[in-house]
């Protein structure tokens, strides 16, 4: 499946998550090249989703989706019934998950991932090579990234997460994300989602570190009157890099569309966000938006940015912008009228993300998670005051 | 050279009977079909060019056929078969200065275009191709008097103060490898216009090149260079149609701008190919510090247009202005858009586009927008609109961003929608056909971009727009 | 020397998935004033646009003559060229489109009207003098960024200049303020003196009404004619609501 021979035990993943139109090639906003581990599986059987999930169109393509089915231990299935409204949420403990979400039913869906990997129930599912756990032996655990453009040559260690989810009619979706790693790991996660009529799928997801953050997510409104929100908020800072594709197929008619990015770049961080709203022949009536703001923080920032509109019906609505800069004058001056310097300003704008994220984390693990992370970008006194602005008590959240 | 007839595939098409009209190429010099270094030898040879050219030419063709095209592209240019497209066809007639100096059958062609009329009364100077060469060049003297220049680039090489000036710029914005049909368009260009405005003359009234490709299975690489120096200011205006034949033809053209600090130059095209065409034309401008680009581009034509003018906003506080509509009609696939790279510091950038998808037609719009490291306080927006005018079209909007600037304000903005009932039936209830209404509607669309133009231009733009919207010019 | 104008003939019409109208009858003769008035959601609005010919409603059974034609099948331009004229209570935007070259455009359709354009600059000079209108307005693109008040001039300014055989001028739940409701007034009174034209008035403000004589009164309830009186009818209305006409409309409904 790899096109190139990197390192024994690494395969490269030329030109993944790409979108479904591209722009010139030269702007190098297409796509990532990611090399991540490989350990031959000759000989196991892999128990596989149900066969349904096959074929269904993940954000960050085939190659990704065939490298985790090559790479995980085995696919974990979960069905919530007919009618049924689940509470608690389905903490993601695969590398390959498939969720079928019955008619009617409610349910959560979370992906989490820290510096242990992927989280759940405060086990880690894909184990970096010092902690050597159960998946060492497939060797997964370690990679160099060698990627295009990486000045930082460091040893990073990768984690992934598939995650595929069937949203049948009337149900109702919804979906967290939360990558909260350090600068020693690359992560890969790909989402693929299709929605039948009148089911409303929401995700929110919240990139907050890793020494790559590469994300795709694909939702595809198939039944009339499906609706689809995302909100997304990244944080790249240092040397990170943040690589996003969202695309929404809308199919069915009358289908609503909602997606909004933000987020903060510092440092020497490089972001590509591409983002495709794509009205297909039939869907009718359908209205798609997007919209995304980032504020610059740095001269060295790398800011890419590619909103898409297809649209191949003519009753239809699609809008999409997108605005680039720093922290205006005027909201600093007014930001200083309060007794802000600039750096305090824009400090605000990141300790926001992790606000949003805090309140948005639906169990302890989760917020744990996010806590950490919190700390090692803001500082233990920042993390603190967010939990007891909360009203939680543990502080850095590794009690929780 | 061989010689055809051209009764046997031209397309009957009446409603585009103002630029559907041939006139028999008998007696014309055809080159053959396809690309020979033999070509592009005899090309040279015929203009006695310097050695210098000779060698640009054929390294560019080397350049040509090393070169592939990116797979990833937009639409498909695979009905296009260089063996098949003649590089170079003349009429037999030396550039005249006057019209009657013009062969009837090329006259009679500029006449039913209204160039001549255009030119006696609102032009500082015309500049006419029909297919390969210029046939006719002429200015205002008063205008050639304050030192202004506008001929072709032929005779600019044949002219020892200006053969330099051409060496120092040609070729030097668009380099031949910077794709595949910028090489061929080096390898084998022919025509076009040499523009240069001294410092600090304004050229009062619009300086105009139109150009007719009339031969079937032919290709028209005209190159047109303008350097408006420091503190001048210049309004060119290109026009180019065709008529149409079953057979592919090609429109690789170049355009270098030259915008010195202080300098102004507007860059005015009425685009309406026939839709035979595969419009590959490469546009580039580098505007000084203090500086303005005025670019204000209506596509209607061809088959399959790659068309994406760029400007490169080099010096300080340079401003860009791009104003485009495009009509993809039944069996066009149009690409078009812009580039736009923000290098000097205070510079500012605004595009404005429109299109317009009818009848299966498709639009892309594509943009770049770059804000380089040193842009500090850059400033762009860039707001696409687009128009379905039924459910077998296809309008998709792909603009890009890359902004390496903190203090930079880049925004984008595009919205994409049809008619609504409620404004067909307003303009209904007031008594205007459905036909009529959309019409209305659809020029209201076009009305920013037609208000750029010139009075006589936003004219043959509505004209355009009528007869895409209801089959008949009115 | 009057003659029937506009007939609706038990017309039930309603959208794709509900039923507005039910089987409503108007006469309405030439150079006659009607006025049709009742509750919010009655369907009024909705008849006015059914008699201008607006393909959103379906119109079941019934038909509409108007002028001596059937025009029940007509498009809404033809039945404009006819002599309807509908004014609109939010008339629609048309960027990029002058009003100007939209006036010239809608008279130069109507052969009765042709006229050079000096003239129809002269005429159009006029009214916007005779509506208070600045005449730049003419430059500005059609009803873009105009307010409530300025649109109704141009509704007003285009009755005028058109001199339809039948207005219908929509002014249901418009909330209009008084510089509105004088424009309007005045343009009404322009339209009687000048164009001797028939008005059918929508609405519930019957501030409107005051310096008018009503021929005829309607009211509707629940997509009903559920009344029909001389002017004066009006006078108690204001005096007791709509009460009295949907408690007979729910009787009818239970009977």
Not at chain 1, 9 to 15: A, D, I, M, Y
Request: hydrophobic fraction near 40%; proline fraction near 3%; glycine fraction near 8%.
């Amino acid at each position: 499946m790899a096109d190139t021979k990197p390192a024994a035990g690494s395969v490269t993943l030329e030109r993944v998550n790409t979108p479904p139109a591209q722009t010139w090639n030269y702007l190098r906003t297409n796509d990532i090249t990611l090399t991540v581990p490989f350990a031959s599986r000759k000989g196991d059987v892999y128990f596989a989703l149900p066969r349904l999930f096959e074929g269904m169109e993940c954000g960050m393509g085939q190659q990704v989706t065939d490298w985790v089915e090559s790479q995980s231990a085995d696919a974990h299935y979960v069905e919530v019934r007919a009618g049924q409204k689940r509470t608690e949420p389905i903490v993601v403990t695969s590398m390959d998950t498939g969720v079928m979400v019955r008619a009617g039913a409610e349910a959560t869906v979370v992906i989490a991932t820290n510096n242990e990997g992927v989280l759940a129930a405060g086990r880690s599912v894909l184990s970096p090579a010092s902690s050597a756990a159960s998946k060492a032996k497939r060797g997964l655990s370690e990679s160099a990234d060698k990627t295009e453009g990486s000045a930082a040559s460091t040893q990073h260690s990768t984690s992934a997460a598939l995650v595929r989810i069937i949203a049948e009619r009337d149900a109702r979706v919804h979906v967290l994300e939360f990558v909260c790693a350090n600068d020693e790991r690359q992560h890969i996660e790909s989402v693929g989602i299709t929605a039948d009529a009148r089911a409303r799928v929401d995700v929110r997801q919240f990139f907050l570190g890793a020494a790559t953050t590469a994300a795709g997510l694909c939702c595809s409104l198939d039944g009339a009157d499906a609706r689809f929100e995302l909100t997304c908020r990244y944080l790249g800072r240092d040397d990170e890099r943040l690589d996003i594709n969202h695309v929404v197929r809308m199919r069915g008619r009358n289908g609503r569309t909602d997606i909004r990015e933000s987020g903060v770049l510092d440092g020497r961080a490089r972001k590509a966000l591409r983002a495709t709203i794509d009205l297909v022949h039939g869907s009718s009536g359908s209205e798609g938006a997007e919209l995304e703001n980032v504020l610059v923080l740095s001269d060295d920032v790398v800011n890419k940015t590619m909103p898409v509109i297809l649209c191949d019906e003519d009753d239809v609505a699609g809008n999409h912008g997108a605005t680039i800069g720093s922290v205006g004058p005027e909201q600093i001056g007014y930001l200083a009228d309060r007794g802000l310097t600039q750096e305090e300003a824009e400090a605000l704008y990141v300790r926001a993300l992790f606000d949003e994220a805090v309140i948005a984390a639906p169990t302890p693990e989760v917020r744990a998670t996010v806590l950490a992370r919190a700390t090692s970008v803001l500082g233990a006194e920042v993390a603190r005051d967010l939990v007891e602005g909360l009203g939680l008590d543990s502080p850095a959240g590794e009690e929780a | 050279m061989s010689e055809r007839t051209q009764k046997r595939s031209q397309v009957a098409d009446v409603d585009r009977s103002l630029y559907d009209f041939t006139y028999s190429e008998e007696g014309y010099e055809r080159y053959d079909d396809g690309l020979t270094p033999e070509i592009v030898r005899a090309i040279s040879a015929k203009k006695d060019e310097p050695e210098w050219m000779l060698n640009m030419r054929l390294a560019a063709l080397d350049t040509y056929h090393a070169k592939e095209m990116a797979p990833n592209w937009g639409p498909s240019i695979a009905g296009l078969d260089m063996d098949h497209i003649s590089t170079y066809v003349s009429p037999r007639t030396n550039q005249a200065k006057n019209w009657d100096d013009v062969p009837d059958d090329i006259k009679n062609t500029f006449e039913r275009l209204g160039i001549p009329e255009a030119e006696r009364e609102s032009l500082a100077g015309v500049g006419a191709q029909y297919d390969s060469e210029i046939v006719y060049h002429n200015m205002r003297e008063d205008v050639a008097k304050s030192g202004v220049v506008y001929t072709t680039i032929e005779d600019a090489l044949h002219d020892p103060e200006w053969e330099p000036v051409v060496r120092q710029y040609f070729g030097k914005l668009i380099p031949p490898a910077d794709h595949k049909f910028a090489a061929l368009h080096y390898a084998v260009w022919s025509g076009g216009s040499f523009v240069y405005v001294p410092a600090g003359v304004t050229v009062d009234y619009p300086l105009q090149s139109y150009f007719r490709l009339n031969a079937e299975g032919a290709g028209q690489f005209e190159h047109t260079l303008i350097i408006v120096e420091e503190g001048a200011d210049l309004h060119f205006i290109e026009g180019c149609s065709a008529p149409k034949y079953y057979e592919a033809n090609l429109h690789a053209g170049a355009v270098e701008l030259f915008v010195k600090d202080g300098a102004r130059l507007r860059y005015s095209t009425i685009e309406n190919w026939s839709k035979n065409m595969y419009n590959l034309n490469t546009k580039r401008a580098r505007v000084g510090a203090d500086a303005k680009m005025e670019w204000v581009s209506g596509s209607f034509g061809s088959h399959v247009s790659y068309l994406y003018p760029t400007t490169i906003l080099q010096g300080d506080r340079g401003q860009c202005e791009f104003t485009g509509i495009t009509f993809a009609g039944a069996t066009q696939d149009l690409d078009t858009g812009c580039k736009v790279i923000l290098n000097g510091a205070d510079t500012t950038a605004s595009v404005d586009t429109k299109s317009i998808s009818k009848d299966g037609g498709c639009n892309t719009f594509r943009s770049s927008v770059v804000v380089g490291r040193k842009a500090a306080n850059a400033r762009a927006t860039v707001s696409c609109q687009s128009l379905m005018l039924d459910d077998i079209s296809r309008s998709d909007t792909i603009p890009a961003m890359d902004v390496r600037n903190a203090t930079a304000n880049v925004g984008h903005e595009a919205t994409i929608g049809r008619i609504s009932d409620d404004t067909i039936l307003y303009l209904m209830s007031r008594g205007c056909s459905e036909a009529e209404a959309r019409t209305m509607v659809v020029g209201g669309f076009a009305n920013p971009v037609s208000k750029e133009l010139p009075l006589e231009y936003a004219v043959e733009m509505n004209n355009l727009i009528k007869l895409e919207m209801e089959g008949a010019i009115g | 020397m009057s003659h029937k104008l506009l007939s609706v003939q038990g017309i039930c019409a309603g959208t794709e998935d509900k039923p507005i109208l039910h089987d409503v009858s108007m006469e309405l003769d030439s150079k006659e004033t009607h006025v049709l008035m009742g509750p919010n959601g009655a369907g009024k609005s909705t008849l006015g646009r059914v008699i201008m010919g607006d393909p959103t409603y379906d119109v079941t059974s019934g038909g509409i003559v108007f002028d001596g034609e059937d025009i029940t099948d007509q498009a809404a331009d033809k039945r404009s060229l006819a002599g309807i004229f509908l004014s609109y209570q939010a008339p629609v935007e048309v960027p990029g489109v002058p009003l100007y070259s939209y006036l010239r455009t809608i008279t130069q359709k109507r052969p009765e009207l042709k006229m050079t354009a000096r003239k129809f600059r002269n005429r159009v000079g006029e009214i916007a003098e005779q509506l208070d209108m600045d005449s730049s307005f003419l430059t500005r693109e059609l009803n873009v960024g105009f307010s409530g008040g300025e649109k109704k001039k141009i509704e007003m300014l285009q009755l005028l200049l058109l001199r339809p055989k039948l207005a219908i001028l929509d002014e249901t739940d418009s909330g209009l303020d008084v510089d509105a409701l004088s424009v309007v007034s005045r343009g009404i009174e322009a339209y009687r003196s000048e164009c001797d034209g028939a008005l059918l008035i929508i609405t519930h403000n019957t501030r409107i009404l005051e310096r008018l004589t009503v021929d005829r009164t309607h009211v509707m309830v629940q997509g009903r004619l559920v009344a029909e009186g001389p002017g004066s009818l009006i006078d108690d209305i204001d005096a007791h609501g709509f009460v009295q006409f949907e408690r007979a409309s729910e009787d009818g409904g239970a009977a």
